[in-house]
């Protein structure tokens, strides 16, 4: 049997890709459950959120990088994307791959100033360079990002599709979108890179001292994560059609942070966990608009609280714990089981 | 006469930081005005073992016990003030009060903060240096005055259990001689003492007993004399040569 | 000259009101080290009760401010209560960034049951006190703003003089510095906090009364002192009180010239624009200390 890479091996565990692809498959079957394409089109931006939010666990949870200010690079990739169609005549994929870029270049600016910041300042640096952001925006009156009221009338995919094989569409190369950037990142966080990365996090000294130089892999990780949110953008100005400079607000910047934190921070099935949970929160509250802010700020408190490592990392203790019982029970039978000599224990091998 | 409960009992006790275990099963027990010292090579816990009574560290295992009361879930505030006295190592003073603030927190608890006139003026006679500086910036002063000033800090009120965690560390011997002064002052008043030192000169005169910590275990237990006489643990630990 | 003494005014009164929210967060951060986001909505709430208390129930103005006090205080210990005391010593995780999202957390839903219960509407409140004098040229000096200006003085002085005179003001001050040590004396942490937080909130709300009588109350009211709080408080340096102070008004300075030379619209991007300046030049701001923030 061929060696494979210690990362693929530790990522793509038998179990692991089983009861994945499992969950996958099930996830496509969806729209034909409920044919919808409200409801689809609900699911559509739950993949959106699991692109976007993913990317932030990645540098929150994973590289340590106390970024508040992600949303600007989601925007950034999304009114990239979206002036590459409106101003440049872009094709809608050449268009994404340049909200991917946007992202990316807007990260590695934002990385630069945090490099020597402690924590907390990074938070507000990201944070005010993120108001900023909007607020030029806001203010834009030269007609390039449409200011206040957005930028519309972008190309969209599959418009000679009738509504609900549109939403279907949207929806299938969605997921296939946020597999992939699942996938990609569970595999990168236990790369060296990941690890090296890792390092920086927990223990800067330590990373020093093995030749690694955090800032380098700070910025790397500003790049990836800033890659994924405009890939996030894109996606979301191509499937609404428009952008506007809302989507940076508090609100859902509140919302998204929800998400992540509730899902579990670094932990890289818990952006996923906490997109659908959160999801699924705001639809059972559709009729109280009102509420929402309130039952997720309770939600995230909460969380925060009891678990503050989020429901995925609670998910992992527990199965840590069935599987030690269950080694436990191995072991009792074989003290209490006295082994024959002979045949009988030659076979145990 | 009913005996009295040990100042400090602490029986079975582990304890350390995240998944690292750095004392194990340790059983210590103090009586009314002992003094007791540890000592053992660095990072094998000592500095652990003071925190983990004090409270600045919990206990994975055991119990502690200050006055036959348990203490194992009391915070490090509320076991201060009960009267338990930690002067950690590395001083810990508060860098922007001057040498005076630094002095009355250490009268902060209710009951000592009503005398801490003349408890000040007490700890100023101990340390004459410090007279001369009492206006001056914490984070302003030399090794040594620092270090007077978090022994002078710990003596602003009457404790009943003592830890000192190397008091003699970095210090040049003149000043040692005054800590030391000052430390002896105190076990003459009746206080349990647990002290952690390396400079044995100063051991042999100020302790009842001797506990040797390696590895984070209490290895030997005995009087100063003992230990002195045993080669192995004399030259490695208490800095005496061979004759 | 007008537009000098016109923005001399503007910078006292904003700067006085900053100064109050900003010297809680300030405070809190330097204690318990955490960066409180729910004082914006401590001002929104002390607002609300400025409101209520004169407005609806035609209390005078002083009432009013005890009221809007005593509601935020109460506010605010419970939000330490429930937002940051569960999470110290935690671990496994990063204090500051986790209470930075409680708090946040917080924040949301105050302002969301505000906006439930009152309705997104502006309430417009009804001078502390009526009556102006003219200073130059048709620029006045309202009484409102000179008793504002006046109460968050005396107050900031007050909070001065308890921190260097009083026994606990030390231990407050101890705790900032070290807290283990400041443990090790006896200092009840666990019950200062509390108090602290709840203190530091009531500045924010009395900040809210004098903000909703200079332009009205609504559930939104909160988020612009939030954010200019943080600029304030970064600027002066986190934790550190004179800073805040000083920060304030040069804050409440720059915004009452750009607004007077430039236009409204673009005070906030430039206030920014200086926190950014700021956090890249010299993160530790006027008065705070490198080695805290440099990795």
């Keep these: 049997m061929t060696a494979r890479p210690t990362a693929l091996r530790a990522t793509f565990t038998p179990t692991k890709v089983a009861v994945s692809v499992a969950l996958v498959i099930l996830a496509a079957l969806i729209p034909f459950i409920y044919p919808s394409p409200y409801g689809i089109g609900v699911m559509v931006t739950m993949a959106i959120l699991v692109v976007l939010n993913a990317s932030w666990n990645f540098l929150l949870g994973y590289a340590g990088v106390w970024s508040f200010g992600h949303l600007a690079l989601y925007a950034a990739g999304g009114y990239g994307a979206g002036i590459l169609m409106v101003h440049a005549s872009f094709g809608v994929v050449p268009a994404m791959l340049g909200g991917v870029v946007a992202g990316a270049l807007f990260a590695v600016l934002l990385a630069f100033p945090t490099l020597r910041l402690y924590g907390i300042y990074t938070s507000l640096l990201t944070f005010a360079a993120a108001q900023v952001f909007q607020l030029v925006i806001q203010n834009d009156d030269t007609g390039t990002t449409g200011g206040a009221f957005g930028l519309p009338s972008v190309d969209t995919l599959f418009g000679s599709l009738d509504p609900l094989w549109n939403a279907r569409a949207y929806y299938w190369l969605y997921l296939l979108l946020a597999v992939a950037t699942v996938a990609f990142i569970a595999w990168l966080v236990r790369s060296p890179f990941g690890l090296a990365l890792r390092m920086t996090r927990d223990s800067l000294v330590y990373a020093s001292a093995r030749g690694i130089d955090p800032l380098r892999y700070r910025v790397a990780a500003f790049a990836i994560s800033g890659a994924l949110a405009g890939l996030a953008g894109g996606m979301y100005t191509v499937f609404n059609g428009s952008i506007a400079p809302n989507v940076m607000g508090l609100t859902p910047l509140s919302i998204y942070v929800t998400m992540i934190v509730v899902g579990g921070l670094g932990h890289v099935s818990g952006p996923v966990v906490g997109t659908i949970l959160i999801s699924l929160v705001q639809q059972a509250l559709i009729d109280h608009p009102g509420a929402q802010l309130t039952v997720l700020g309770a939600i995230l408190l909460l969380i925060v609280v009891f678990f503050p490592r989020g429901i995925a990392d609670q998910a992992a203790g527990v199965q840590r714990r069935v599987e030690a019982w269950m080694d436990e029970g191995d072991d009792d039978d074989d003290r209490h089981e006295p082994v024959p000599p002979g045949p009988a224990a030659g076979s145990r091998a | 006469m009913a005996e009295a409960e040990p100042v400090l009992s602490v029986r079975g006790v582990s304890a350390g930081y995240g998944e690292t275990t750095v004392i194990r099963d340790v059983d210590v027990t103090i009586e009314r005005g002992e003094t007791l010292v540890f000592v053992g090579p660095n990072g094998h816990g000592k500095t652990t073992l003071l925190r983990t009574i004090s409270g600045l560290i919990g206990a994975s295992t055991g119990t502690i016990e200050l006055d036959g009361v348990r203490v194992n879930g009391v915070r490090a505030e509320d076991r201060a003030a009960r009267g338990l006295l930690h002067i950690p190592q590395g001083d810990h003073l508060f860098p922007g009060f001057t040498v005076e603030e630094n002095l009355l927190m250490g009268a902060f608890p209710r009951t000592a903060w009503r005398g801490r006139g003349e408890a000040l003026d007490r700890v100023l006679g101990l340390f004459p240096t410090l007279r001369d500086r009492r206006s001056q910036l914490a984070h302003t002063l030399s090794g040594g005055e620092r270090r007077q000033v978090a022994i002078g800090r710990g003596l602003m009120r009457d404790p009943t259990l003592l830890l000192i965690d190397e008091p003699s560390l970095g210090l040049g011997p003149m000043i040692v001689e005054t800590v030391y002064e000052a430390i002896g002052q105190i076990a003459a008043q009746d206080v349990a003492i647990l002290l952690v030192e390396e400079n044995f000169t100063h051991i042999e005169e100020l302790a009842d007993r001797v506990c040797v910590l390696e590895m984070g275990r209490v290895v030997r237990t005995g009087l100063p004399a003992e230990l002195a006489a045993d080669d192995t643990i004399a030259q490695s630990y208490l800095g005496v040569l061979e004759p | ?295």
Aim: aromatic share 8%.
């Design chain 3, 1 to 295: 000259m007008t537009d000098l003494i016109s923005i001399l005014v503007s910078t006292v009164v904003l700067g006085s009101i900053y100064g109050l929210v900003a010297i809680g967060m300030t405070l809190i951060y330097g204690i318990l080290r955490v960066l409180d986001m729910s004082q914006g909505s401590m001002v929104m709430v002390g607002g609300f009760v400025g409101w209520a208390v004169m407005t609806s129930a035609g209390l005078s103005p002083l009432i009013a401010i005890v009221a809007a006090f005593a509601a935020t205080f109460a506010l605010g210990v419970i939000t330490q209560l429930v937002s940051v005391q569960p999470l110290l010593g935690k671990r496994g995780v990063e204090f500051e960034m986790i209470t930075f999202i409680t708090t946040f957390a917080v924040a949301m839903i105050i302002a969301n049951l505000a906006l439930q219960i009152a309705g997104p509407s502006q309430r417009s409140v009804p001078p502390l006190v009526d009556g102006s004098v003219e200073l130059y040229d048709g620029v006045s000096l309202s009484y409102q703003s000179m008793i504002m200006a006046g109460v968050a003085i005396a107050l900031m002085v007050a909070l001065g003089l308890y921190l260097t005179r009083s026994r606990y003001g030390m231990a407050i001050r101890a705790v900032a510095q070290d807290l283990d040590a400041a443990r090790l004396q006896g200092v009840p942490i666990r019950r200062l906090f509390p108090i602290v937080m709840g203190f530091a909130s009531a500045l924010a709300g009395i900040a809210g009364v004098f903000l909703a009588a200079q332009y009205f109350a609504s559930p939104s009211a909160g988020e612009l002192p939030l954010l200019i709080a943080l600029i304030v408080v970064v600027f002066g340096g986190l934790g550190s009180l004179p800073g805040a102070l000083v920060a304030a008004y040069a804050i409440g300075l720059i915004q009452a010239t750009a607004s007077t030379l430039i236009g409204t619209t673009w005070s906030l991007p430039i206030l920014y624009g200086v926190i950014l300046l700021v956090l890249v030049v010299r993160p530790q701001g006027l008065f705070g200390q490198a080695r805290e923030v440099r990795l």
